[in-house]
Each structure stands twice: as structure tokens, then as C-alpha cells.
């Protein structure tokens, strides 16, 4: 899998709350905070908080439809995929080595942009997402 880079998204309670501890009791300087989502750059890594409400709405739990049909989880690993095909492509792998896979769809991003989306759990139940911009990935294509 050829990612072009690497999301955990945790649940907070806060996020004001969560940015003000990173940036100003731990002094990371690669904090901020868009879209009511906590954004931390990290080497190699780049950690989304996102209050319980709007993480929440990413998995069956919500109270209404989901983003994803896909089971709840403490956490969500994320990767930047260049092509629709390669998430298609990534997810058949996963299935034919007897991994559980989520049909991959569109979803709206906060943003106002669209993702295409793959979800597959790892052997422990990790739940990891394949993301492809489509705006990216259209403007690549042309």
C-alpha cells in the first residue's frame, strides 16, 4: 500500500480545550485547530482530535445515517490514496487474505469536498480508512 500519508483520528471531549493543551502546556507548534477539528503534525503522522459528536457520526453509532457504514471504534486510521482504483485495489487484497472490508463509497468532507472512501480492520479489529480525494485524484487524471 503506497499511502500518501497517515491520519489517527481520536475522539475528545473538547476540542478548544485539546488544542490549547497541545500548543500551549506541551508547546507543539504544528497545532491548530480547522474546521473543529485539532490538526497535529507529528512526524510521519498526522493526528486529527475530533470532538465525540463529529467522530461519532463516522461510524454506526450515530444516531442518525452515518458516514460510513462501518463499526464504531476508539480510533481510525487514516490514508491519503492517490486513485479510486488503488483503494478498490487495496480493499480486494484485504478481502481475498480473509480480512473484513466495508463497501467503499462517497462521502462528503466538512470541507465541501468529496472522498472516496475505503474501510477495511486489520487481524485485531483496527480500523483503518482509505481516503481519496476526488478533486485530487480528477485533477491528477487530466
Known amino acids: 500500500m503506497k499511502t500518501q500519508g497517515v491520519v489517527l483520528s481520536l475522539a475528545v471531549t473538547d476540542a478548544a480545550r ?31 482530535l475530533a470532538e465525540i459528536a463529529d467522530f461519532t457520526k463516522y461510524s454506526r453509532e450515530a444516531k442518525r445515517a452515518p458516514l ?30 480473509g480480512g473484513r472490508t466495508f463497501e467503499a463509497h462517497e462521502i462528503p468532507h466538512v470541507s465541501g469536498r468529496r472522498q472516496y472512501v475505503g474501510t477495511f480492520t486489520d487481524p485485531d479489529g483496527h480500523l483503518w480508512q482509505l481516503v481519496c480525494n476526488l478533486a485530487d485524484a480528477q485533477g491528477a487524471a487530466e
Not at 82 to 89: K, L, N
Request: glycine share 4%; proline share 5%.
Open 18 to 48: 485539546s488544542h490549547d493543551f497541545y500548543r500551549e502546556v506541551l508547546g507543539a507548534d504544528s497545532v491548530r485547530l480547522d474546521m473543529g477539528i485539532v490538526c497535529i503534525e507529528l512526524p510521519g503522522i498526522m493526528l486529527f
Open 68 to 97: 460510513l457504514p462501518v463499526p464504531a471504534s476508539d480510533a481510525l486510521l487514516s490514508c491519503a490514496i492517490a486513485s479510486t482504483e488503488e483503494v478498490d485495489d487495496i480493499l480486494s487484497v484485504v478481502h481475498a487474505a
